[in-house]
């Protein structure tokens, strides 16, 4: 039953989404306006704690970051039963940045991914920050921690546990937001979800692990939190934007298969709740004057990785400097 088949005439006739991106209809009111309030008062402690941590090499590293997750979502990996899935990037964000740092990078890809892309509702949006954004760095950063100053296998290891276990947190926060909301029975959804997102997961830890790796094995002061708050040569940041560029390449050639939710949505009989998003920008991914073609998709991820980047540098800084002259008359 979770594999089976499903009917494309569906599909095609509902909505544009992926992963853990929940659209707009699969929530009722009173959970997503619960979600926007937990949400909103996490990021509030997250702007706190960012004021007084953000360091000079960090602000740029956030903008690379963001960039890079947001070009890692694009691409949908296939896993079994004709289903596919992609990066979320909670627990690496976190483990780069730190958990708070972390958390407005993946608000702002996931708020970026909602208001430009279409992809995830607007009156859901809280969850989806909270889902993928705020609780994937929680859980990826909180077991991440317990191995600091041990060796690079420990904490590799570990990493790609965090990563595995940050996908099921966020699928189990969304079966749970689904039956609370009246869409699908709890037993019947959560099974579903954890054992779709148990295969996805994988590929969300290989891919934190091959990140972690690259940048342990060629930047590794990154990650110490003195670099963070030095002064030195962002030569790495050319060479994080040229990664992200080439994720971006490979975006065409992503996986169709539907996603996670999406498949679960469709054998669950739900997927016809979905409700598309009041206007279209780049829906899809796409640039509207080019068409649905490849060079398209690839255009529309640039833009996208540009402006999310430019956010997220942009709320560093902005954080930075109002926690400057605090510390200054502290």
Do not use: C
Not at 23 to 47: E, H
Not at 203 to 225: D, K, S, Y
Not at 275 to 301: C, E, H, Q, R
Request: glycine share 12%.
């Amino acid at each position: 039953m979770l594999f089976s088949p499903i009917n494309p005439n569906v599909l095609g006739a509902v909505i544009e989404y992926s992963a853990l991106h929940i659209p707009d209809g699969f929530l009722s009111l009173t959970v997503s306006i619960f979600f926007w309030v937990a949400t909103i008062a996490i990021l509030t402690v997250a702007v706190r704690k960012t004021q007084g941590e953000l360091g000079e090499r960090q602000i740029p590293l956030m903008g690379v970051m963001a960039a890079f997750i947001f070009a890692g979502q694009m691409i949908n990996f296939p896993v079994a039963g004709g289903t596919s899935g992609h990066l979320l990037g909670g627990a690496l964000a976190a483990i780069v940045l730190g958990p708070w740092a972390g958390m407005l990078v993946m608000t702002s890809v996931v708020g970026l991914q909602a208001l430009l892309f279409q992809d995830g509702g607007l009156v859901v949006m809280g969850a989806n920050i909270f889902n993928m954004g705020l609780l994937t760095a929680l859980i990826g950063f909180g077991l991440y921690r317990t191995v600091a100053g041990q060796s690079r296998g420990v904490r590799l290891t570990v990493a790609g546990v965090a990563a595995w276990l940050s996908v099921m947190g966020a699928a189990l926060a969304t079966a749970l937001q689904l039956w609370l909301s009246g869409t699908s029975p709890l037993a019947i959804v959560m099974p579903a979800m954890l054992g779709v997102h148990a295969l996805i997961g994988i590929g969300e830890a290989l891919i934190t692990v091959g990140a972690l790796a690259f940048i342990t094995q060629t930047r590794p002061n990154l990650l110490t939190a003195e670099a963070v708050q030095a002064r030195g040569s962002l030569g790495w940041v050319a060479v994080g934007l040229a990664i992200t560029l080439i994720v971006v390449l490979l975006s065409p050639y992503a996986s169709t298969n539907p996603d996670g939710l999406e498949r679960i949505a469709a054998n669950l009989n739900f997927i016809e709740l979905g409700v598309n998003a009041p206007y279209k920008i780049l829906s899809d991914y796409t640039i509207p004057l080019l068409g649905n073609t490849n060079f398209s998709t690839v255009v529309a991820g640039v833009v996208g990785a540009l402006i999310v980047a430019a956010i997220s540098v942009g709320v560093g800084r902005m954080l930075r400097s109002r926690a400057i002259p605090a510390s200054e008359t502290g």
